[in-house]
């Protein structure tokens, strides 16, 4: 556990992510994903499941942009799957056992917030009597300011805000393993629970993409200008995975820190400073990851 692992290159670093589940975290190379939950018992379960990206499968999902597109659904399947894995390793110690109906359910609710967040701030900015570029800002303001909003009510629940500490665990392990640093709990703790890859400073950049996108597309009415909001969701998202990648590849340069600097901002509502306990759930499943990727040389 306390080995010293070598700085990775930024391409392998690009393919390390994660992301925190109930009570765990789990950690993702290109070919595998392995999810580890802290039980009652303070063990730690881990289960590793193999990844079959359509990338891999169809070459031309593999072009810039279309693989955004697909990354951008994958990872929403991926991370419903390990939420669903983590919600039963918990619930199994109190006799509960839950279904694949109540996963559909709850990916209906999730796409039904990720629609939300793209319609209700377009028909709050119509009552405002905007046109042009001053509507797509302003519009983009107000879905800020609900995101903000949504992130402070979430996290004065007392059970997802140990989600945001196991959020802030695998934030410090990624940071530690790409700095090079030993990952044991003593090491990673020090380092920032902050990183320009998360999905947070995804999601900001999304917003910036659409102020963008919506700008250039043509008036053609109330309804069609709706419609672009829901349509356009996996061209923004396939941009925005784009301008992401990028971010993490020329992360030193001034240009890239100023553009990932409101994302790391929200961040600070998006994860809390994890206990040692949950750097060692984060720690055991980046460990299993790095022997994955090194076992077949990803």
Sequence with gaps: MGKTLAKKKDEQSLAFGGQALIEGVMMRSRRHMVMCVRKSRNEILTNVEEIHSLCDRYKVLGLPFLRGIV?????LYLGFKALFFSANAVAEEEGVKFTYKELVVVAVLALGLLSFFFVVPFLLTSLLNLTGVLFNIAEAIIR???FIL???LVGTWGEFRRVLQYHGAEHKTIN????????DVASVKNYSRLHPRCGTSFLFITVIVSIVLFSVMPDWGFAVRLSYRLLLIPVIGGVSYELLRLSGRYRDSIVMRIVTLPGLAFQRLTTREPSDDMIEVAIKAAEETIKLKDSLKE
């Design 176 to 183: 530690a393993y790409e700095a090079g640093a030993p990952l």
């Design 144 to 146: 800020l300011a609900i």
């Design 150 to 152: 949504y992130l402070v």
């Design 71 to 75: 990354a951008l659904f994958e990872t």
